[in-house]
């Protein structure tokens, strides 16, 4: 099992940034997927970006492709989400989440943070 922490989130007003960060302790970092989803109050928690292992391989959902940037540092055992020109609709708790896996059209994560809520003002 994987134990992740997630930090960073905060009030921001639109068109501002921020940058999530999550800890991960437990198997070793380096061999799995990393990735962040989220969920907005009424609503299912919804993918957002993804990493390999490796760090070569990263897939955004179409929401926040552009905008966002996921990256890892395997030396620190921390997966990064960088946030740019945020919008309102970007309001939500987010969650870091290991070993992800693909199935069909859905990423699944297997260990799960958490949260750290994000709220942008309009």
């Known amino acids: 099992q994987v134990q992740l922490v997630e930090s960073g989130g905060r009030l921001v007003q639109a068109g501002g940034s921020l940058r999530l960060s999550c800890a991960a302790s437990?198997?070793?970092?380096?061999?799995?997927?990393m990735g962040w989803f989220r969920q907005a109050p009424g609503k299912e928690r919804e993918f957002v970006a993804v990493i390999s292992s490796s760090g070569g391989g990263i897939y955004y959902a179409d929401s926040v492709q552009v905008r966002f940037t996921i990256s890892r540092d395997n030396a620190k055992n921390t997966v990064y989400l960088q946030m740019n020109a945020l919008k309102p609709e970007d309001t939500a708790v987010y969650y870091c989440?290991?070993?992800?896996?693909?199935?069909?059209?859905?990423?699944?994560?297997?260990?799960w943070g958490q949260g750290t809520q994000v709220t942008v003002s309009s």
């Open positions: 437990g198997r070793s970092f380096s061999n799995y997927a």
């Open positions: 989440a290991a070993r992800l896996a693909r199935y069909g059209t859905k990423w699944i994560g297997e260990d």
